[in-house]
């Protein structure tokens, strides 16, 4: 089993190293805040994977403490873009 673990954690890291490439080749903040939001994911994953591995509960807490308050950082940057939109629209005289 601990292999199995390790293994699934050396897997997550890949892939998030891999789509990592693909994400950054983005100019925009968009990509930027994906790459953020990738490396967020496959961070907690990875640590809920090694936590197992070594039994270590605080870990395991303080991850899915992370995990849960993620989305408040997504739920900004949509805010603040689409704030961003509107003040661009009302500058240009546009409908909001």
């Known amino acids: 089993m601990d292999d199995f673990l390790l293994g699934a954690c050396a897997f997550v ?11 950054l080749r983005g100019p925009g903040s968009v990509e930027r805040m994906m790459a953020a939001m990738l ?11 090694l936590g197992t591995l070594h039994g270590m509960e605080i870990v395991i807490n303080v991850v899915l403490t992370l995990a849960v308050l993620a989305p408040f950082a997504t739920i900004a940057f949509v805010r603040a873009g689409s704030a961003l939109v509107r003040d661009e629209a009302d500058a240009d005289g546009g409908p909001t």
Do not use: E, K, N, P
């Open 13 to 23: 890291l890949l892939m998030v190293a891999v789509s990592l490439v693909a994400v």
């Open 39 to 49: 490396f967020g994911t496959g961070g907690i994953a990875s640590l809920l994977l």
